[in-house]
Structure formats: structure tokens, C-alpha cells
């Protein structure tokens, strides 16, 4: 008897217990529209495991892998390992030699459009560090909130601020003295750039366009060309026209591939209050790039035809620019940073290299007689240079 009533006070128990289980199971069950988080870390990056980032770690492939120790945090500075800028900043200074070339008197033989394309090369290298060395002391204090930028070496303290503005000096004694190879004119086209190179970081404070002001700093070498060769544009008014429609559309392909960059860092650009046109008109990028790539078109067409180019210059220029735009505003994922940083490496030399390999082309043409008759334009301008 005494057994049969505790079995049935256990089973009582028992009975009384299941629905508190079932509740309390229910209660750690997670609601439909609770966002679930994984409790092993070993799914997510390892820059974000434990709330922790990435430490610095040196290079160990790659030409900064080969410099001594002491030399890598001033080439991460200038970006040595990421030519890629130095390439964006040297194309329009090689897009006006050779849009120049044929406008000298006599035409500019290829010996020394060779080595007028090598001095800006050199400027190119020297002066883009540059530039990144001012715009890193300009964002000392905001390149740390950034994912992409926080290992820089002044961000990190690997550079005191005093350090990098000593460099910085000696790389604009050494971008002067490459300027001081050029025609004396050149000196006076060349020096007013450096307000723009020192104010641009400022941009990015102060408007949500700095894309513009970059692509004014950047664009600037498509004006050099054109006295390094002894085309005097106050005296040319072709000259002139296409030197400022050659300036016009580098302006616009700037702001085109640096909208592409900037949404790699839209997120970071938002939290640490860097403005961009990116997080003025995201939804509208493609939209603004197509007209940027059609403005860009346009004006280097204005920019031929201002000289009077030829059919190579409007098939091999333009025509590859168009395919390589449309192609590049069709294809780029802008909410994937790697589709992007692709787009933005090989787009310079998909839209670079064929406007520069149709230039050549141009050149080649006029030098070897290939256009007959030749061009009323460039006689036109030749007698004014001559006049």
C-alpha cells in the first residue's frame, strides 16, 4: 500500500513538472525574429574574433619584403606596394604628351616624347607619394577608425607626424627638381598644383564632393604636355581648347573611379564622419557613373577634335572608352570591396591604356604622313606657334 501511494505521488510530481520544463524550454528558445549569433568564433574573421583586430604585420612578400626593416613604414607611406595611384596620377600627363606631340614645331620627335613620358613618370612616382604622405598627416587622427587605413604607418605610430612632414619635404625638393628638367613654362603650370595637393584631404571634411577636388589634383598633368613640348597654349587657342577638354574629362574619369574606390569604406566613412559623394548619392552610383563615363567621351572627343584628330584617335581613344566604361559600370559589385578594389586597379589600365594606345596611334599617323591631306587644324596651329 505504502508503495502503490508514493508511485502515484511520483507520477503526480512528475505530471506537475513536465509543463514548467516545457515553459522554461520554450523561454530559452529563441523567438522567430531574434537575430541569432553563433557562439563558436570559429566562423567569423579572425580580425574579429574576441573583439580584437589584426595586428601589423611586416611584409614578407612583395618588394617591401626586400628593404630593410627601418625603410618599410616610409614605402607603405608613399604606397609603394599599391602603384596603382601612381598609374591614375601619370596617364593624364600622358594622354596630353601625346595629344601635343603633333602641335610642336617641328613635330615632336619620338626620342623625345619617349623621354618626356619618362620625366613624368618620374614626377608621377615621386609627387603621388607625396600626396599620400600630406593626406596621412591630414588623417592622423581619422585613419584609426577605418578598417582599410587603420595599419598605416602614421595611424600605427610606426612614423612620428614630425618624421613624415621632413620626408614629405624631400620628396617635393625631389618632384621639383624633375619639374626643373621641363621647359622654364612648365614651372609656372606645375607650381599652382600643390594648393590643390595640400587642400585636398580638407575636402573630405568640409563637402561631400571631394571626389571633385581629387580629380582636379589628379587631372592636372593633362595640361603639362603641352608646354613640356613647347606649346605655348596662351598663343594657341586649339591648343588651348583641347588642353581644358583634355583637363575636363580626366576631372570627370577621377571622380568615375574614385567613386568606385570610396565604396570600399562607406561603412567607416559614415561612423567616423568622412564625407563622400558615395554617401551623398549611393543609390544613384551607377547612375552618376554612366554620366561621368559620358562626359568623360565627350570631352576627349572635344579635346581631338580641337586639334584635328584623325580616325585612329576617335576609334582607338574613344571607342575603346566607351567599351571599357561600359563595361567596368556594368560589371563592378558596389557592395563587394574586392569587385571593387579589382575594378578600381584594372579599370586604369583597361580605360588608361586604350586611351593612351589610341594616342600613340594618333601620333604615329600624323609623324609618318598617314592622314592625306593633312589636318587644316594642325597647320593652322603650327603658323600660330610659328606667328
Same mark, same amino acid.
Given at each position: 500500500?505504502?508503495?502503490?501511494?508514493s508511485s502515484l505521488r511520483l507520477r503526480a510530481c512528475r505530471a506537475s513538472l513536465r509543463p514548467l520544463c516545457l515553459q522554461r524550454r520554450l523561454e530559452a528558445r529563441p523567438h522567430p525574429c531574434t537575430p541569432i549569433t553563433c557562439s563558436s568564433t570559429s566562423a567569423l574573421p579572425t580580425s574579429r574574433r574576441h573583439g580584437q583586430l589584426e595586428a601589423y604585420q611586416p611584409p614578407t612578400t612583395g618588394l617591401l619584403a626586400h628593404l630593410p626593416s627601418a625603410w618599410v613604414p616610409y614605402a607603405e607611406l608613399i604606397r609603394l606596394d599599391k602603384p596603382t595611384g601612381t598609374y591614375y596620377l601619370y596617364f593624364p600627363c600622358l594622354f596630353s604628351t601625346l595629344l601635343a606631340a603633333?602641335?610642336?614645331t617641328p613635330i615632336a620627335a619620338p626620342g623625345?616624347?619617349?623621354?618626356?613620358?619618362?620625366l613624368f613618370f618620374g614626377g608621377a612616382l615621386i609627387m603621388r607619394g607625396a600626396g599620400c604622405s600630406i593626406n596621412d598627416l591630414w588623417d592622423r587622427d581619422l585613419d584609426p577608425q577605418v578598417t582599410r587605413t587603420r595599419l598605416r604607418p602614421i595611424a600605427r605610430r610606426a612614423i612620428s607626424p614630425r618624421a613624415a612632414v621632413v620626408f614629405t619635404g624631400a620628396q617635393l625638393l625631389v618632384g621639383?627638381?624633375?619639374?626643373?628638367?621641363?621647359?622654364?613654362s612648365c614651372l609656372y603650370y606645375g607650381v599652382p598644383s600643390l594648393m590643390l595637393v595640400a587642400t585636398y584631404p580638407l575636402a573630405k571634411r568640409v563637402t561631400y564632393y571631394p571626389q571633385v577636388v581629387l580629380g582636379l589634383t589628379f587631372s592636372w598633368g593633362a595640361i603639362m604636355g603641352f608646354p613640356a613640348l613647347g606649346v605655348d597654349l596662351l598663343s594657341s587657342t586649339p591648343a588651348l581648347v583641347a588642353a581644358g577638354a583634355?583637363?575636363?574629362?580626366?576631372?570627370?574619369?577621377?571622380?568615375?573611379?574614385?567613386m568606385i574606390y570610396a565604396h570600399m569604406d562607406v561603412r567607416d566613412d559614415a561612423a567616423a564622419g568622412i564625407k563622400s559623394m558615395v554617401l551623398r548619392h549611393e543609390a544613384d552610383t551607377k547612375a552618376i557613373l554612366t554620366g561621368l563615363a559620358a562626359a568623360q567621351v565627350g570631352l576627349l572627343a572635344v579635346?581631338?577634335?580641337?586639334?584635328g584628330a584623325g580616325p585612329v584617335f576617335y576609334i582607338g581613344s574613344c571607342g575603346s572608352a566607351v567599351a571599357a566604361l561600359g563595361l567596368m559600370i556594368h560589371k563592378v559589385r558596389l557592395d563587394d570591396v574586392a569587385d571593387c578594389w579589382w575594378w578600381f586597379r584594372y579599370g586604369?589600365?583597361?580605360? $588608361? $591604356? $586604350?586611351?593612351?594606345?589610341?594616342?600613340?596611334?594618333e601620333y604615329l599617323a600624323q609623324l609618318l604622313g598617314l592622314y592625306e591631306p593633312p589636318s587644316p587644324v594642325l597647320h593652322a596651329t603650327a603658323a600660330e606657334l610659328r606667328g
Open positions: 500500500m505504502i508503495v502503490c501511494l603633333p602641335l610642336a623625345t616624347v619617349l623621354s618626356t613620358s619618362a621639383l627638381a624633375i619639374l626643373l628638367q621641363f621647359p622654364a583634355l583637363y575636363a574629362s580626366n576631372v570627370a574619369w577621377t571622380v568615375l573611379y574614385d579635346a581631338g577634335a580641337a586639334v586604369c589600365w583597361f580605360t $588608361g $591604356g $586604350g586611351i593612351a594606345t589610341g594616342l600613340l596611334g
